[in-house]
């Protein structure tokens, strides 16, 4: 594997490692911090909660396990651009409400800064998904060949 | 400069800005400690969080 494809993949792998156990272990504040995001309906906080925090536990554990990594890639890329949309919108709409992240280490407002992290983020995650796409049609080619 | 060389400089240009960001968005603020500790009714640098638990 490339050096670059592994540290990046790793990086991920830990942010969301990381952002999910954050939250598991800060529950009820990611509840409540994910109800105050413009585009999650009311009250549906709760019901998004477990699925949502489930889905970067499950990332951030196929990003370094080899099988699982392409459709990892492809989620987290989706996930992260969902982060950015919705952060983005309440940034618009409901400025200055709580970003949901980062519990243990601070409690955050969703700033623009948080929504540039999540565009970097989005392109670290895209040049994965590139890269292997084009890993995938070079195999193709060399198999038709 | 080919394609492939471009492509690997953004990469790289991303995962710097990835690390710089998540570091300086990591780092505790001091305005949302004492916001959260009035709330709380805490003290320290970032002694409690929401909803409002008082640490051990």
Known sequence: ?145 | MNGKTIFTALRLLFLAGAILFTSLGMMPKKSHAIRCNADCGTQGPIACNYPCRRPE
């Open chain 1, 1 to 145: 594997m490339k050096p670059l494809r592994a540290i990046t993949l790793g990086f991920l792998a830990l942010l969301f490692l990381y952002a999910g156990l954050d939250k598991a272990f800060h529950y009820g504040g990611f509840v409540k911090a994910l109800d105050g995001y413009v585009l999650v309906p009311h009250g549906a906080g709760p019901h998004l909660a477990l699925p949502l925090l489930a889905c970067e536990l499950l990332v951030g554990v196929g990003l370094l396990v080899r099988p699982w990594q392409p459709a990892a890639v492809r989620v987290a890329t989706v996930l992260l651009a969902l982060f950015t949309v919705a952060l983005a919108v309440n940034q618009r709409y409901a400025p200055g409400a709580e970003c949901g992240c980062w519990f243990t280490l601070t409690v955050s407002r969703a700033t623009t800064s948080h929504i540039a992290q999540d565009l970097v983020l989005l392109a670290l995650a895209v040049g994965l998904w590139v890269e292997e796409r084009k890993a995938t049609s070079t195999t193709d080619i060399v198999r038709r060949s």
